[in-house]
Every structure is written in C-alpha cells, then in structure tokens.
C-alpha cells in the first residue's frame, strides 16, 4: 500500500512492522496525533532562533564579562528535556591576550570558551558551538557574553567588514532547541 498523507492531516498505509524502534507508531500517525508526548527521544520538539546584526566592541577592558546583546527565551513543555543551545558568528582582535565568549542561562554561566594570543596587529575567529543544557520547567533565557583581556586594544564580535559589506548577511546567530528526553 503507497503511504498517502490525508487531506485531514492523517497518515494512512504506514506499517508499524517497517518502523525503527522507538518510532512514532502508525496508529498514532493515523490518528493524526503526532505530539511532542509521542515523540522518540532526541527529537527537535520547538526551535527559537535569535540573530544579531551589529558590531559589539571592547576596547582596553577590564577584564570583565560583557553582553553581547543577543538572547532568545525558551518555555520548555517538559521539565526533562534537553535545551541544545548553538551559535555562530565571526570575531576579530587586536593586542589581544585573554578573550572569550560564554553561554549564559539567566545569571549563571553554563559554558566558557576561552583563547589567549600574544601576536601584535589583527587576527580573525569564526565563533561557535554547541551545548547540551537541562534548565527543567518554564521559561528559560540564554545570552551570550564576550570576556576581554584589559591589554586589548580592540575586541570585536559580529565584524561587519570593511563598510559593512555583508550587509544582513553579517549575523550573530543563537538557536535554542529543545529535545526531547
């Protein structure tokens, strides 16, 4: 039987023989009930996504920790899920020793990311990671934060380029997603 997905929103010619263990049944698909309840685990249940589009600077820090300016929130659906927290971006430096970016769900820090470089002049990063994080229930925000040496002379995160030559297409992303335990 062809599997035809219904004008009704259910599946119908699904057998429960041909799916992996663990799998979403083909009862539960032809009922139309497909919940994050009846979901296996390590799925993506909701995605949130945050994107930055200017230049965060430091100059000559202090050695402290500084916003970056980009955060997104996350309301789980089950106090056991994961949160998978991802970012992306570009970084450049000048005179820099110490430098940094760190995860940061509402005041605590829940991973650093840490280099250290001696070279004069300027020197360039792409920046980003991932990490697996168990908030438990409710509402939950992640930022990220930049930590700079108080030697630097400059300390960029999101570089924009030469006039700002990417446009929008220079952005700090953050995405948070929540799988399912």
């Known amino acids: 039987m062809a599997i035809q997905i219904n004008g009704n929103g259910t599946i119908t010619g699904i057998s429960s023989g041909g799916l992996p263990a663990g799998s979403i049944t083909s009862a539960t698909l032809a009922s139309g009930a497909v919940t994050a309840a009846a979901m296996p685990t390590g799925s993506i249940i909701q995605v949130v996504q945050a994107n930055f589009t200017t230049d965060e600077?430091?100059?000559?820090?202090?050695?402290?920790?500084?916003?970056?300016?980009?955060?997104?929130?996350?309301?789980m659906t089950d106090a056991s899920n994961k949160v998978l927290v991802s970012y992306s971006g570009r970084n450049i430096q000048q005179t820099t020793e110490h430098s940094a970016t760190r995860i940061v769900r509402g005041s605590t820090s829940i991973r650093e990311f840490w280099g250290y470089d001696q070279a004069n002049g300027w020197h360039a990063d792409t920046i980003g990671t991932m990490h697996q994080d168990t908030p438990g229930a409710g509402t939950h925000t992640y930022k990220l934060q930049m930590y700079t040496g108080e030697n630097t002379s400059f300390h960029l995160i999101n570089y924009q380029g030469p006039g700002d030559v990417g446009g929008n297409t220079n952005q700090l992303q953050l995405f948070l997603m929540e799988l399912k335990a």
């Open 57 to 75: 600077k430091t100059n000559s820090s202090t050695d402290t920790w500084q916003d970056i300016g980009l955060s997104a929130n996350i309301t």
